[in-house]
């Protein structure tokens, strides 16, 4: 299984960046998909996440309201929509699967077994 992020770069603070990951391989019919991020000097924390069949979605508390994540499974890809970006937004942005819990949605990052490059994020104030 692959995962390709992108749509990452600078924008200002109150603007907008709409991330995309592109998955490929034997990944079955049923998982979980997510965004996690690390800020430089912070450990890697959850963002967003949704099950691809039944689209159910959580959410950050830091992100709620701002942060849109999104599937289209015809083309296998997951989204982040950021609206309402924050200097504190300023991140690696990494999407991952869990091929485990493709039922239950689970935002603890050890259950996602595969990972994408990352892709960064900066925000400026």
């Known amino acids: 299984v692959q995962l390709q992020a992108s749509g990452g770069g600078l924008v200002q603070a109150g603007g907008s960046l709409r991330l995309s990951c592109a998955i490929s391989?034997?990944?079955?019919?049923?998982?979980?998909m997510a965004w996690f991020r690390r800020a430089p000097g912070k450990e890697r924390e959850f963002v967003a996440a949704?099950?691809?069949?039944?689209?159910?979605?959580s959410y950050a508390d830091s992100v709620k309201g701002r942060f849109t994540i999104s599937r289209d499974n015809s083309m296998n890809t997951v989204y982040l929509q950021m609206n309402s970006l924050k200097s504190e937004d300023t991140a690696v942005y990494y999407c991952?699967?869990?091929?485990?819990?493709?039922?239950?949605?689970?935002?603890?990052?050890?259950?996602?077994?595969?990972w994408g490059q990352g892709t960064q994020v900066t925000v400026s104030s």
């Open positions: 391989g034997r990944t079955g019919s049923s998982y979980g």
């Open positions: 991952a699967v869990s091929t485990a819990y493709g039922v239950i949605l689970t935002t603890q990052a050890e259950r996602y077994n595969y």
């Open positions: 949704i099950l691809r069949n039944s689209g159910k979605t």
